[in-house]
C-alpha cells in the first residue's frame, strides 16, 4: 500500500457525517436509514419509546472505512436481499465503545458487550438487536485484504474479541486513537495509518482466541473449500469431483459439509457470492450477464438469472443497475448527500484494485 506524492495525498480525508437528530422522527429514521442501507436494514424495536436519534462520522482511509455511529436501541438485519441489494464483500470489525447487541448468524449466536470487538462477514446474513443506547467504532474492511493475509475468512462471521482479552484492549485502543487523529488526517496520512491497522487487525484475527476453537485452516474441510472456490467456474463441479480431488470418500465430503449446509448449498452459495460482485464492481457494468453466467459455473444467462433470483430475490439486472452510482468526490464533506456510505462500500474492492494509482482522485461513476 504506496502512499503517492501528488498533491492530492495533502488533501484532508475524505467524510460523511450524519445528525439525525432534527427534524419529524419518520425524517430521522429515513436519513439514518439511508445512510445505513449498505450494511443492514433498520427496525424500530418495539417497547422503545424514546426520540430517535443517530449520529454517523466516517472517514475513507485507503482501501477501508473507518468512522464513529451512536443512537438508540433497534434491530438490524441483512437477509439475502440486503447482500444483493448493497453489493459488497466486506468485514464489518466494530468496538462497542458503550452498549452491545443479541443475535443470530449463520454461524451461531452472537453477544456483544460494551468494550467487546465483534466481526461479522457482510457476504453472510445476520439479525441482531441493539441492547440498548449504543456509540461504537467501526471499521469495514474488503475481505480480500484479509483473505490475503492468509486468514481463513469463512470462520470469522460472528467472532468476538471479549473486552478482557489483550487482544481486544490493543486493537481497540488504536481503534478509539484513530478516532481522535482522523479527523486531521491528510489523505497521505490516512494511507499510513490504513496499513497500519490492517497489520494490527490481520494478527489480532490470527491469533484470535475464540477462532481457534473453529475449523483451523490446514482441515480436510478448508481443502475442500479451497478446490471448490478454485473451480467454481466449472459447470461439472459437484461432490464426486470435489471428494475425488481432495483424496477422500463422498461420504466424508458430505459429512464434512453437513454443518454449513452440505456440499451442493455451499457450491451454490460461493457462485452466488461471485456473481454478486462481478455484477457490483465497476468493471463488471458493461460485462454481460452471459459472460458473468459463465464464469460462475452457469452454461448459460437463463438459468443463472433463474437461480440469482432465487437466492437473492432480485434479478441480476437490478444489482447492475445498482452498481450504477456516482463515486464521492475525495473533497466533499458529504452532510446532505442521500446515501454516499452505500457508495464508498461498495467501490472499496475497486479502490483497493486500483492501489497503485495513488494520487488518482476517487474517479467519477456513470451519472444516475
Known amino acids: 500500500m504506496g502512499v503517492g506524492s501528488g498533491i492530492g495525498t495533502q488533501a484532508p480525508l475524505a467524510i460523511f457525517t450524519l445528525d439525525a437528530g432534527t427534524g419529524s422522527p419518520d425524517e430521522r ?8 442501507a449498505a450494511l443492514f436494514d433498520s427496525r424500530p424495536v ?72 465483534s466481526v461479522l462477514d457482510l457476504a453472510s446474513t445476520f439479525e ?28 470469522l462471521h460472528a467472532l468476538v474479541f471479549k473486552r478482557d482479552h ?27 495509518a490504513a496499513d497500519v491497522v490492517l497489520s494490527l487487525l490481520t494478527a489480532c484475527l490470527r491469533h ?31 461432490a464426486r469431483t470435489i471428494a475425488s480431488a ?5 461420504a466424508t465430503l458430505y459429512r464434512l459439509f453437513e454443518p454449513v449446509g452440505g456440499v451442493a448449498a455451499h457450491v451454490r452459495s460461493l457462485r452466488m457470492r461471485r456473481a454478486l460482485f462481478e455484477l457490483s464492481r465497476q468493471g463488471g457494468i458493461e460485462t454481460r450477464i452471459a459472460a458473468i453466467a459463465l464464469r460462475c459455473g452457469y452454461e448459460n444467462a ?32 458529504h452532510d446532505e448527500a442521500e446515501h454516499p456510505l452505500t457508495d464508498w462500500i461498495r467501490h472499496l474492492l475497486v479502490r483497493h484494485a486500483r492501489r497503485g494509482e495513488a494520487d488518482a482522485p476517487m474517479p467519477e461513476g456513470i451519472e444516475d
Open 166 to 192: 489483550p487482544l481486544t484492549q490493543l486493537l481497540g485502543n488504536h481503534l478509539a486513537i484513530l478516532d481522535r487523529l482522523a479527523g486531521a488526517m491528510s489523505v497521505a496520512d490516512g494511507e499510513a
Open 302 to 333: 437463463t438459468s443463472f438469472s433463474r437461480a440469482f433470483h432465487s437466492h437473492f430475490g432480485v434479478p441480476p439486472t437490478a444489482v447492475k443497475l445498482s452498481a450504477q452510482r456516482k463515486w464521492p468526490s475525495a473533497d466533499m464533506h
Open 29 to 36: 429514521w429515513e436519513a439514518w436509514r439511508a445512510a445505513t
Open 208 to 238: 484470535a482466541p475464540e477462532l481457534a476453537m473453529r475449523a483451523p485452516v490446514d482441515t480436510p474441510l478448508a481443502r475442500a473449500r479451497h478446490y471448490v472456490e478454485e473451480h467454481l467456474a466449472d459447470p461439472a463441479l459437484d
Open 46 to 117: 418495539a417497547g422503545v419509546d424514546v426520540p430517535f436519534t443517530a449520529t454517523i462520522r466516517s472517514y475513507s482511509i485507503g482501501p477501508m472505512l473507518f468512522g464513529r455511529s451512536a443512537s438508540i436501541a433497534q434491530a438490524f438485519v441483512r437477509d439475502p436481499s440486503v447482500v444483493a441489494r448493497s453489493g459488497v464483500d466486506h468485514l464489518l470489525i466494530q468496538l462497542y465503545v458503550a452498549g452491545g447487541y443479541r443475535g443470530t448468524t449463520p454461524a451461531g449466536a452472537i453477544c456483544v458487550e460494551e468494550g467487546d470487538i
Open 128 to 155: 441482531t438487536q441493539a441492547t440498548g443506547a449504543f456509540d461504537n467504532l467501526n471499521l469495514i474492511v474488503p475481505r480480500a485484504l484479509i483473505a490475503q493475509a492468509g486468514i481463513d475468512v469463512e470462520a
Open 246 to 250: 481432495c483424496g477422500m470418500s463422498r
